[in-house]
């Protein structure tokens, strides 16, 4: 979640590019950035390197939905449960799933979290997590980050006094979700990745806990399986 794009401008074109695929954007959901391709170009290739048929995924924090759009599109038998809390975001990513003729593999569900998954049984049956959730602190975002807000909502970058509030609950509820084996990935702010890495090693559900780097060598990607 950066400045690297002109979100004033990709709100009034009402359509922006992730990996390749053309989405709509709106106000009230965040609009996908370029270094997010990382997270998304990640996980496609633990999913072909998994060679899973069927493989399921939940896009938690799902936004406008283009990490569940990437990954359903590159891996044409999966299916793909996204989840995020505010009407813009459902709303949007729904729009997109369907614009990519995916809705049928594609289902958002709003809730806070995993609470927007109760009830479908999906305990201990998925393949893997993606998650970008918000990782901006709050004194951040009143200080050298308050342009954030200037267009985009609140929601989509506060994340508690240490901007890791998101991280530190998905990490502590996905177990209950991922098969053995299965794969949890975050996206993490710079200078983050130590911090999340070392979140999840010392939780006695995950292993083999690793940090991806960007082009910039910056940690932006930390990933870690559930224990068999």
């Known amino acids: 979640m950066s400045e690297t794009i002109n979100v004033a401008e990709a709100y009034e074109r009402g359509r922006t590019q992730f990996m390749g695929i053309e989405l ?42 283009n990490l569940a759009c990437a990954i359903a599109l590159n891996i044409p038998d999966a299916r793909v449960w996204a989840s995020d809390l505010t009407d813009g975001c459902v709303e949007l990513a729904r729009r997109n799933a369907a614009s ?23 305990e201990q049956t998925i393949d ?3 998650c970008n959730p918000p990782y901006i602190s709050e004194s951040r975002l009143k200080g050298d980050r308050a342009s ?7 929601e ?3 994340a508690g006094p240490y901007g890791l509030s998101i991280h530190m609950r998905v990490t502590k509820d996905a177990p209950r979700y991922l098969r053995p084996g299965g794969l949890l990935l975050f996206e993490v702010g710079r200078g983050q990745d130590r911090q999340v890495a070392t979140l999840l090693e010392r939780n006695d559900a995950y292993e083999i806990v690793s940090v991806v780097l960007d082009d910039a060598g910056a940690g932006r990607v930390v990933t870690a399986y559930a224990k068999g």
Do not use: H, K, W, Y
């Open 24 to 65: 709509q954007v709106a106000p009230g959901a965040l609009v996908p950035r370029p270094e997010t391709e990382l997270l998304g170009r990640t996980a496609v290739e633990a999913l072909r390197r998994a060679r899973l048929p069927s493989p399921r995924i939940v896009d938690m924090c799902c936004g406008a939905g």
């Open 100 to 122: 990519q003729g995916a809705e049928s593999r594609i289902t958002v569900l709003q809730g806070d979290l995993f609470e927007a998954l109760a009830g479908l049984q999906l």
């Open 128 to 130: 893997m997590i993606v």
């Open 148 to 154: 954030l807000l200037t267009d985009e909502p609140r």
């Open 156 to 158: 989509a970058f506060a």
